[in-house]
């Protein structure tokens, strides 16, 4: 949801709505909170908030096989474990969140 003041998109508000209660909740919105899109930072793609560290930059390097340890000391320094498991936290958020439609006719 948008803030009417700045603009902002807080990933928290989006994803909180439909979250399942489990164990873990709790770390899981704070989780979400680090993640923050803004129209007119980094062409609205999902950042690290307070920085300009677009999610989908740390995902490629997570999917390239860099340890997230590695992702922290050697490419992105400023950046803690946390951040890290927000990224990987935002994407499952969106794939699970999302309703997929078929547009090809099954025949049974």
Do not use: W
Not at 48 to 60: A, K, P, Q, S
Not at 74 to 80: A, C, E, G, I, V
């Amino acid at each position: 949801m948008r803030s009417k003041t700045s603009g902002v998109f807080k990933t928290s508000d989006v994803f909180s709505r439909s979250l399942k209660p489990n164990v873990g909740m709790m770390e899981m919105g704070n989780l979400l909170e680090r993640i923050s899109v803004h129209p007119n930072v980094c062409h609205a793609q999902p950042c690290i908030v307070g920085t300009r560290i677009m999610v989908y930059l740390i995902l490629e390097l997570l999917e390239a096989g860099v340890t997230p340890d590695k992702v922290a000391r050697d490419y992105y320094p400023q950046l803690t474990q946390q951040d890290i498991e927000a990224c990987l936290h935002y994407a499952v958020s969106l794939i699970r969140d999302t309703e997929y439609v078929s547009f090809v006719e099954t025949t049974p």
